[in-house]
């Protein structure tokens, strides 16, 4: 499929404009979107829905580019006007750092507005290209090179991606949360009461026993460990969670915040299925997220998944892959306004991206 380029402009990108230049030679681009005013009329005009779209910003020293900026807010007005969309996101800076969180930001600001991640869907240039050392390693080739192969990749992948469209699909609920007071479980179990008739659904709670925490084994310690799929420590992670990961086709993670992160036991799931992400990816596999925040901050946590499952560990993010509410006392959950439509509109779109239907646009 040709690809539409979103890529706000920014003084001294030349870099960026080299490594895309080589990226997209092989690829239709049908349009380059450089300024907000032109990404508000391709909106208005519903011109981004059902499209392939690159996100490119360089974001320099500091990491602010203001055109991008404006253009996430463009995005952010406009409830679900990425619609069925797919993206990928190439983030280039001149220094260490803002990269990956401004690739994160872009992540989330479009997944709300209905687009589909690849899995794996960043490509970034730190200022050194440090970040290509491995790469360039595992393919003889120089940092340069291995940054724009992996735009190249990148490029390719968003361009013949399809949504999965799964037979019998099985997903797998993980959480660790209190069934006596947890106002996540109490959302969850409205929301599961309407996608169970439709699919087979396995829930699994972390709570019982204690989830350590990656040892962070030597590369070669850990494929010996993924080959068995297995992982050091064993335990209920490599008796339970792993074959049911393995046979599932989607992901749905129940996240309290807990100090504006995920809790440890998450925390650690997370870090523990490297063993299992080195025998196979989970590029086939999507992601979905209920996130309940006491006060604030459930745009931290909404970011720490698309970063650690979508980014890291190669999950596909459907549109809207999660809903995000904030209750403090137990049970108060329950009083949000229209919280019983959210929860039938958010059953309903995890029901449509697992059955391969067109998602509707949320609110
Ligand atoms: C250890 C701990 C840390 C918390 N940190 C935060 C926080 O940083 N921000 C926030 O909004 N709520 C915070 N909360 C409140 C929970 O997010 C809140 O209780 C919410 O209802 C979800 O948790 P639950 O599903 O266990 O009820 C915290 C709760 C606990 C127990």
Redesign the pocket.
Same mark, same amino acid.
């Given at each position: 499929m040709e690809l539409i380029v979103v890529w706000p402009k920014r003084e001294k990108e030349e870099r960026l404009k080299d490594v895309l230049s080589k990226a997209l030679a092989e690829i239709g681009v049908t349009q380059i979107i450089r300024a907000p005013d032109e990404l508000a009329a391709a909106v208005q005009k519903a011109d981004l829905h059902k499209k392939r779209l690159l996100f490119a910003a360089d974001v320099g020293e500091t990491g602010i580019n203001l055109q991008l900026y404006a253009m996430l807010e463009i995005l952010r007005k406009n409830a679900g006007c990425l619609q069925n969309s797919a993206a990928g996101i190439v983030v280039d800076g001149s220094s260490e750092f803002y990269t990956k969180s401004c690739g994160r930001e872009i992540a989330g600001t479009v997944n709300d507005a209905g687009c589909w991640l690849v899995g794996r869907p960043l490509a970034e240039g730190t200022g050194s290209l440090k970040n290509y050392q491995v790469q360039a390693g595992n393919y003889h080739c120089s940092l340069y090179e291995a940054y724009v192969r992996s735009v190249t990749d990148l490029v390719r992948r968003v361009a013949k991606f399809q949504k999965p469209a799964y037979q019998h699909p099985k997903l797998v609920c993980v959480h660790s949360?209190?069934p006596g007071?947890?106002?996540?479980?109490q959302l969850w179990s409205e929301i599961k009461s309407q996608i169970e008739p439709k699919m087979q659904l396995r829930e699994i709670s972390l709570r019982n026993g204690t989830i350590p925490d990656c040892a962070g084994c030597s590369y070669e310690m850990c494929m010996y460990y993924s080959r068995n799929s297995s992982c050091f420590y064993g335990g209920p992670m490599v008796e339970e969670v792993y074959p049911m990961l393995e046979e599932s086709d989607g992901l749905v993670l129940l996240c *309290?915040?807990?100090?504006?992160a995920l809790g440890a036991n998450l925390t650690a799931f997370i870090n523990r299925l490297t063993s299992l992400f080195r025998k196979k990816p989970f590029d086939d596999k999507c992601l979905f997220a209920l996130i309940?925040?006491?006060?604030?901050?459930g745009d931290i946590l909404q970011k720490q998944l698309i970063g650690g499952l979508n980014m890291n560990k190669s999950f596909i993010l459907p549109g809207n892959f999660s809903l995000a509410e904030t209750?403090?006392h *137990?049970g108060s959950?329950m009083d949000i306004p229209d919280i019983h439509q959210k929860a039938a509109q958010f059953a309903g779109n995890i029901l449509s991206c697992m059955l391969g239907q067109e998602a509707e646009a949320q609110p």
């Open positions: 949360c209190n007071t947890s106002n996540t479980l *309290p915040n807990y100090n504006d309940v925040s006491g006060y604030s901050g209750a403090n *137990p959950i």
